[in-house]
Structures are given as structure tokens and as C-alpha cells.
């Protein structure tokens, strides 16, 4: 039996800030869980996890803590160098093989540009630049190898963001089967509405989430509902 396939969005989030720097969170996932059985059929089954976070951030670095119930242990820590370096590191502890990796970045900024590069287990070499073309429209692209499964691949992004700034809307697709489009629209100054689609053409394997963000006093709270299907072979 082949490894699982998952897809599991945030269905609540909960952000409560406790001073200045520094906050705790709670998140609720719900998605699906997919067994290959050896042939095309696949056998799903629904998957729910609790995810305790604590943050702490001030002007020059970052720190963040993720807890699961299920037993996997997450960090990240970002510190700004100078205006235009940063550095990021990842790690993530599980108890299952597969589920501990890092993950170490570079962001390089520019007045209409930005690049980075990542450095991660099991041998990951990835590169990503994004360039602004006019004050709204953004243009990017991404390429990575991965020396144990010998794999590469190439990514292609674009971001568009209203003159208003209240609506930004994405796109992103890759040589490995997988496209992403993201729309997210600011209603009042305290609410944003906000709706994903992730599309493996492939497997002809889709979900979509359409959720919503909103600040009540010191408790920020966002929910997310899932829809996942499998695409009909006539849409190929």
C-alpha cells in the first residue's frame, strides 16, 4: 500500500493576542484521507486534528509553535538581517516516518522584486523570484530538485491586487500536476471573505474551500468550509 494522500483545511481558528509581542491560537482541521489499495479505486476516510500554537513577534524576529494532538511538534523562527535579507527555518517533529523534515530560507528584497532559497531534508534545493510588472499585476516563478526521489519541477504564479487594495486574487501552476487559485476579498475593515481551489489533474482530484476571517475586539476568529470531489474524466 502506497503512502496516504491527505487534504485537510483550518475549519476554525482562533487568535487571541496576550501582550504586545506575543499571542496563542487554537485551530480545528477536518478533511480527508486517501489509502490507495494497489488499483484505481481509492478508499477515503475523514481526518480531525486540534492544533495548539503559541507566537511571539516583535520588529526583528519571530517565533512560532505549533502542538497537534495527533503528536507532530512544529517551529518556525524569521529574523531580518537588514531591509533586505531575511532568514526563516522550519522544523517539524512527528512520530510517524516521513513527518520530520527542515527547512532553512533566504529572502533577498528589492524595491519591485523579491527571491529566495531553500536548503531542506531530505535534500531539497529549491529557488523562487517574483517580479512586479505594473502596481497591480505580479509575476513569478519556481524551481526545485529533490536529490533522494531524483525530482524537479517548475512553477509559474501570478498575483493580482486591486487599486483599493480590498481584493487579491492568485494563480499558480506546476509541472508536477497541480494548480492553485486563490481569491480573497476585504468587505469591512474587520471581516475578509476568501475561497481556494486546488486542482491535481493528474489524479483529476480537486478541493476547494471558501471561509472567512473576522477581528471581534482581541479574538480573531476565521472558519473555513470544504467541498472535495473527484473531476470527471470529461473535463480533461
Given at each position: 500500500?502506497?503512502?496516504?494522500?491527505?487534504?485537510?483545511?483550518?475549519?476554525?481558528?482562533?487568535?487571541?493576542?496576550l501582550h504586545n509581542?506575543?499571542?496563542?491560537?487554537?485551530?480545528?482541521?477536518?478533511?480527508?484521507?486517501?489509502?490507495?489499495?494497489?488499483?484505481?479505486?481509492?478508499?477515503?476516510?475523514?481526518?480531525?486534528?486540534?492544533?495548539?500554537?503559541?507566537?511571539?513577534?516583535?520588529?526583528?524576529?519571530?517565533?512560532?509553535?505549533?502542538?497537534?494532538?495527533?503528536?507532530?511538534?512544529?517551529?518556525?523562527?524569521?529574523?531580518?538581517?537588514?531591509?533586505?535579507?531575511?532568514?526563516?527555518?522550519?522544523?517539524?517533529?512527528?512520530?510517524?516516518?516521513?513527518?520530520?523534515?527542515?527547512?532553512?530560507?533566504?529572502?533577498?528584497?528589492?524595491?519591485?522584486?523579491?527571491?529566495?532559497?531553500?536548503?531542506?531534508?531530505?535534500?531539497?534545493?529549491?529557488?523562487?523570484?517574483?517580479?512586479?510588472?505594473?502596481?497591480?499585476?505580479?509575476?513569478?516563478?519556481?524551481?526545485?530538485?529533490?536529490?533522494?526521489?531524483?525530482?524537479?519541477?517548475?512553477?509559474?504564479?501570478?498575483?493580482?491586487?486591486?487599486?483599493?487594495?480590498?481584493?487579491?486574487?492568485?494563480?499558480?501552476?506546476?509541472?508536477?500536476?497541480?494548480?492553485?487559485?486563490?481569491?480573497?476579498?476585504?468587505?469591512?475593515?474587520?471581516?475578509?471573505?476568501?475561497?481556494?481551489?486546488?486542482?491535481?489533474?493528474?489524479?483529476?482530484?480537486?478541493?476547494?474551500?471558501?471561509?472567512?476571517?473576522?477581528?471581534?475586539?482581541?479574538?480573531?476568529?476565521?472558519?473555513?468550509?470544504?467541498?472535495?470531489?473527484?473531476v470527471a474524466a470529461?473535463?480533461?
Amino acid at each position: 500500500m502506497s503512502r496516504p494522500r491527505q487534504c485537510a483545511c483550518p475549519l476554525l481558528y482562533l487568535h487571541q493576542p496576550l501582550h504586545n509581542t506575543n499571542c496563542r491560537s487554537h485551530a480545528l482541521y477536518m478533511g480527508n484521507l486517501d489509502l490507495s489499495t494497489g488499483s484505481k479505486q481509492m478508499l477515503k476516510t475523514s481526518i480531525g486534528t486540534y492544533e495548539f500554537g503559541a507566537n511571539v513577534i516583535n520588529e526583528k524576529y519571530m517565533l512560532l509553535g505549533r502542538l497537534s494532538n495527533d503528536g507532530r511538534l512544529s517551529g518556525r523562527v524569521k529574523y531580518d538581517f537588514t531591509n533586505w535579507l531575511s532568514s526563516k527555518v522550519q522544523l517539524q517533529l512527528g512520530t510517524e516516518p516521513g513527518q520530520s523534515h527542515a527547512m532553512a530560507d533566504a529572502d533577498f528584497k528589492g524595491s519591485d522584486w523579491n527571491a529566495q532559497l531553500k536548503v531542506g531534508t531530505p535534500s531539497f534545493l529549491g529557488l523562487n523570484y517574483f517580479q512586479s510588472v505594473t502596481p497591480n499585476l505580479s509575476a513569478g516563478g519556481e524551481l526545485f530538485w529533490l536529490q533522494s526521489n531524483m525530482k524537479s519541477g517548475v512553477g509559474l504564479a501570478l498575483r493580482h491586487q486591486g487599486d483599493n487594495g480590498r481584493h487579491v486574487s492568485t494563480a499558480q501552476v506546476a509541472s508536477t500536476g497541480v494548480m492553485n487559485l486563490q481569491y480573497s476579498h476585504k468587505v469591512t475593515d474587520k471581516v475578509t471573505l476568501a475561497t481556494d481551489l486546488l486542482w491535481h489533474w493528474g489524479t483529476r482530484d480537486a478541493c476547494a474551500t471558501v471561509g472567512y476571517d473576522a477581528i471581534l475586539r482581541q479574538v480573531r476568529r476565521a472558519k473555513e468550509g470544504v467541498a472535495r470531489a473527484a473531476v470527471a474524466a470529461a473535463v480533461g
